[in-house]
């Protein structure tokens, strides 16, 4: 089935500690999209990629990186720089302003 | 910043119309209105889009105002499965979506 996977579903941080969230997809989408969502709020851009081997930084990058070095491929680092990384997070591709999400990942802080 | 203004919340009764309202008075001459709604814990899910014309497909349609100051989405027949946070959606100056909170609505037997 064509679609776009994320994993781990829940995800655990421990303080000082990295952490990367899984995004593919086989839509053939050449964009693709990492959003943080904080409870009871809208999704909010963190960085965003249109071709392999590029990305830009969207509204909150800070505390996080990027890659994109396969087509199909997304990963998100949370890095220990971010200090509020609980949230719900999700990947999408897309073709223009068309996006399909992933199910999510939590990430959770010990 | 969100540039559409939607309603915190609604109610439907199960099997009547569903009516979201959306207003988007920045909205510039060639920028669309998306429409995602997402239910709870889950990714949000495209709906539809438009520029200037009315649109429909198998989810939706979407009604917008000559001036494009805003819009309306309408769920024909709501079930119990449409209970789902719906975000009226416009893009920035890079044309990149900016999510606002979005509408509750809670759909009831």
């Known amino acids: 089935d064509g679609g776009i996977t994320q994993s781990p579903k829940y995800l655990f941080r421990k303080e000082g500690q990295n952490v990367t969230l899984s995004c593919e997809q086989n839509?053939?989408?050449?964009?693709m999209y990492w959003y943080r969502q904080d409870p009871g709020q809208g999704l909010r851009l963190i960085y965003y990629s249109q071709i392999v081997n590029d990305f830009q930084k969207g509204d909150i990058a800070e505390g996080y990186s990027v890659s994109r070095e396969k087509k199909e491929s997304f990963p998100l680092t949370v890095t220990s720089a971010q200090k509020n990384p609980t949230a719900f997070y999700l990947c999408a591709s897309g073709i223009l302003e068309t996006q399909y999400f992933g199910p999510g990942t939590r990430l959770l802080v010990l | 910043d969100a540039k559409t203004t939607q309603p915190t919340s609604m109610d439907c009764a199960e099997g009547r119309a569903a009516n979201l309202p959306c207003n988007h008075s920045t909205i510039s001459g060639n920028e669309y209105v998306y429409w995602y709604r997402q239910i709870h814990s889950q990714g949000p899910q495209y709906i539809i889009h438009g520029l200037k014309n009315n649109e429909t497909n198998e989810m939706a349609s979407l009604i917008i105002t000559e001036d494009r100051k805003s819009s309306t989405l309408i769920l024909p027949h709501a079930t119990l499965r449409d209970t789902a946070v719906y975000y009226c959606v416009q893009t920035d100056s890079w044309g990149k979506l900016q999510f606002g909170a979005g509408t509750q609505v809670v759909v009831t037997p």
């Open positions: 839509l053939n989408h050449d964009a």
